[in-house]
């Protein structure tokens, strides 16, 4: 009734005459306000950054955990048709990036986690708090390794957030609690995994398995994710030591490996990441079709000459230095 008055009042309020013609008007202003329709319409599909067809992968986080290097942290996207079903890894930085790829919490199917080093982890509780404005219902399974005395498992790591009784963001429990009244539940999984593959997680859209990898004394896998007849490998943070690698990126569309140390590295940096030459040796012994390195640091920036020349000592197929948003299709 108010708004019948106020909208009653308006029309009256204009002059017989300018009505009268603007009524004629109508039948050509329709098109136009379907366009302005559809132009609002149009955000939520323009802004999604990695295309709307097929499988692609985004690269939200391309840098390491120094800040310097100006890269979000280790984190990726697995694209479907234009729905972001897979995300691996949440390092620092990443959250912005996930908001600017115009990816949506509630389309995740699953989380995957390699490790939970600050750059691979540091952003996952912004990533669930931004969950809770969107209409999520589906529960959000996440899978990462075990635990030991220097990490927490991915239950652990999930509770040490949202646990109702000791979580940093127990204000946000409804969203792991059983019996709290959220709008979806987290499911944390830890996956006891060895060298040779084993299969992880599997729904209608796509299929995970995973390999531990060697990444110093921390507990950390590598994930290969298959989606409709495509295969995408993540190294995560690994020495290369092992056979595991190889088995698990056998014949991948795309292979993200990590360039976090030069060649010639030792000590400690040796001891936790792969030197190009490793990256080249398991890329050639997998057949796979396509590699993309990430996980970009400043002692590995500025030397792509030298290490695609390391590479391309061991493997002749593509090869792409990653950035932040880079989308790559899998062809
Ligand atoms: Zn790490």
Redesign the pocket.
């Known amino acids: 009734m108010w708004n019948r008055k106020i909208r009653s009042g308006i029309r009256s309020s204009i002059p017989a005459h300018i009505s009268q013609s603007f009524q004629g008007l109508w039948p050509s202003l329709l098109p136009v306000l379907a366009f302005l329709l559809a132009c609002s319409l149009l955000p939520s599909v323009a802004a999604q950054t990695c295309g709307t067809q097929g499988v692609a992968v985004q690269v939200l986080g391309s840098g390491g955990?120094e800040l310097q290097d100006k890269r979000a942290s280790?984190s990726y996207l697995v694209w479907e048709d234009g729905q972001a079903k897979a995300l691996i890894d949440a390092g620092g930085g990443s959250a912005l990036r996930f908001g600017e790829s115009g990816a949506q919490m509630s389309q995740l199917d699953v989380i995957f986690f390699?490790?939970f080093?600050v750059?691979?982890s540091g952003d996952f509780s912004a990533l669930i708090k931004s969950s809770w404005f969107e209409d999520r219902k589906n529960p959000l399974p996440i899978y990462g390794p075990p635990g030991n005395d220097f990490m927490p498992s991915t239950t652990e790591f999930v509770s040490d957030f949202f646990g109702d009784k000791h979580g940093a963001y127990r204000y946000l429990s409804e969203l792991l609690e059983p019996g709290e009244d959220g709008s979806y539940k987290m499911q944390p999984h830890n996956v006891e995994a060895a060298s040779t593959p084993i299969a992880v997680f599997h729904n209608a859209d796509l299929s995970a398995s995973a390999v531990r990898v060697i990444?110093?004394g921390?507990p950390?896998l590598a994930w290969r994710i298959e989606t409709r007849d495509k295969v995408i490998v993540f190294s995560?943070?690994t020495n290369g030591e092992g056979a595991g690698l190889v088995k698990l990126a056998t014949d991948a569309d795309l292979f993200v490996a990590h360039n976090?140390a030069p060649e010639g590295v030792t000590g400690v940096e040796r001891n936790?990441?792969m030197p190009p030459s490793v990256i080249g040796e398991i890329a050639q012994q997998a057949h796979v079709k396509k590699l993309v390195l990430s996980h970009r640091m400043l002692r590995t920036l500025g030397k792509e000459a030298q290490t695609e020349s390391e590479i391309r000592k061991r493997y002749a197929g593509p090869l792409q230095f990653a950035n932040d948003l880079d989308c790559f299709p899998i062809k």
Do not use: F, K, T
Request: net charge negative; glycine share 12%; no cysteine.
């Open positions: 955990p280790s390699s490790h080093h750059d691979h990444h110093g921390v950390a995560g943070d976090a936790l990441h």
